[in-house]
């Protein structure tokens, strides 16, 4: 159903970095997770990528993510030093009423280019947001400041991968290509950063032994 | 509406009072987030399903620890008469309501605690199935009955409202404490459970069974109804009935 491309150990394509639950994709739901199974991400790979997780500590792996710590650490101490810019709650509810209105349940073409260029929009002003909390202790305008920085990022791979999948799939339903079409795009839709960009690709779907139907209710 | 609440930033406490809008069904949650995201970004309040599930956000609520979530800013007076504990007798003015932090833990910052010594206790009790012998090629069937002792103690959330509300945990911090207990009664009496015997008499200690004095404030916070004075009494019972 989407999240964070991860392979059955929970590896990222960043080393050290795993994913587990409902932010990674195993890609066990197909394109749809019907309500309430999440669990079985959340519990079996939970367990899986702890297991796999605990091991590359113990094997003393190095990883990209410890490298990148102190840079980050600095990133954090610059936004606590911030005292003025525009509200996160603003913005933030700026961007769930785009989401809602032009990325929702029913999008089409037309929508979604408007969706993605309110995005681009919000992610400029997000560059000059502030951070009204200052202390280091528990400081949940900072979470609030990075969840919506995730949030934009996450909006605009949903938004771009919906955009060029000129069909209708599992949770994915377009008013203007209502049909399912497995010639064009029975394929994962993978978003990669490339030197600040992101690249829309495809990766293969594995169906076992199940056949691709339509989900009647 | 004014919100009154007990604040602290590590160093220092303080008392803040905030004005908010009632709107029809607004939860002491709702509030909280209204005085976040408008008037004071740096109050800082546990909290993540906003369902009355993931048990993060109990605080005292007119000295009462309850859910926020679950607490209809209407209804935030209508708490049950407790023995006194730690921050309970406090003074509420009319159209206020107080919030302040659990006490029996120490302060991280404004409503949230450190809830280590919570999680602890509940970790010392080895709250995981241990069955006995090999797995059963079948399922480990249960009849309906049995379900239901069970689940009057399953339905606990560890949102550490009833340790909170103890004033034997208060007094005596070795005391495993109403949420540990209860937990432990429902693993003594799971008929899957294998150590069932070993996990009643594991606990006939003064900080266990023993320290309960029955003040029942435990089971009238309880946001799910859990009894664990009663968890406690059976188990007592259960370890007289041994020794007899």
Known sequence: MGGVA??????????????????????????????????????????????????????????????????EEERIAGLLGRRDGESIVGLRRELQRNLDERLGIFRSGESMVEGIKCVTHLMERFESVGVGDHGRAYNQALVAYMELGSMLLVAEAVARAALARRESRGSHYRTDHPERDDAGFLHHSLVRAEGGRMV???????????EVRERVY | ??????????????????????????????????????????????????????????????????????????????????????????????????????????????????????????????????????????????????????????????????????????????????????????????PREGRGTERLTSADLPSGWGGCQFYTNCRKVCPKGVPPDEGIARARAGLRGRRE
């Open chain 2, 1 to 190: 509406l004014r919100l009154r609440i007990r604040r602290s930033d590590g160093a220092r406490s303080w008392e803040q009072s905030f004005e908010v809008p009632e709107r029809p069904g607004m939860t002491v949650l709702d509030a909280l987030f209204y005085v976040q995201e408008n008037l004071d970004p740096t109050l800082a309040f546990r909290y993540s399903c906003h369902w009355a599930v993931c048990g993060s956000c109990a605080m005292l609520i007119n000295g009462v620890p309850r859910l926020a979530c679950n607490t209809p800013l209407a209804k935030a007076g209508d708490a049950p008469r407790l023995a006194p504990f730690p921050g309970y007798d406090g003074e509420v003015g009319d159209d206020e309501i107080v919030l302040s932090p659990l006490p029996s833990m120490a302060v991280i910052k404004d409503l949230v605690v450190d809830q280590t010594p919570f999680f602890r206790k509940y970790r010392a009790v080895r709250p995981v199935f241990g069955p006995d012998g090999d797995a059963p090629t079948d399922e480990r069937r249960m009849d309906r009955a049995q379900v239901g002792s069970l689940e009057r103690y399953t339905n606990c959330i560890l949102c550490a409202a009833c340790y909170a509300a103890c004033p034997v945990v208060a007094r005596s911090p070795d005391y495993l404490g109403p949420a540990a207990l209860a937990k432990l009664y429902r693993f003594a009496i799971d």
């Open chain 1, 200 to 210: 829309l690709g495809t990766s293969p779907v594995q169906l076992g032994g199940y």
């Open chain 1, 6 to 71: 991860v392979d059955l150990d929970g590896r990222t394509a960043v080393s050290g970095l795993f994913a587990a639950g409902e932010c990674a994709c195993v890609s066990v739901h197909g394109a749809n997770r019907l309500g309430g199974n999440s669990l079985l991400e959340a519990a079996v790979y939970g367990r899986i990528v702890g297991g796999t997780a605990s091991l590359a500590v113990l094997e003393g792996a190095t990883t990209a993510v410890g490298a990148k710590a102190a840079e």
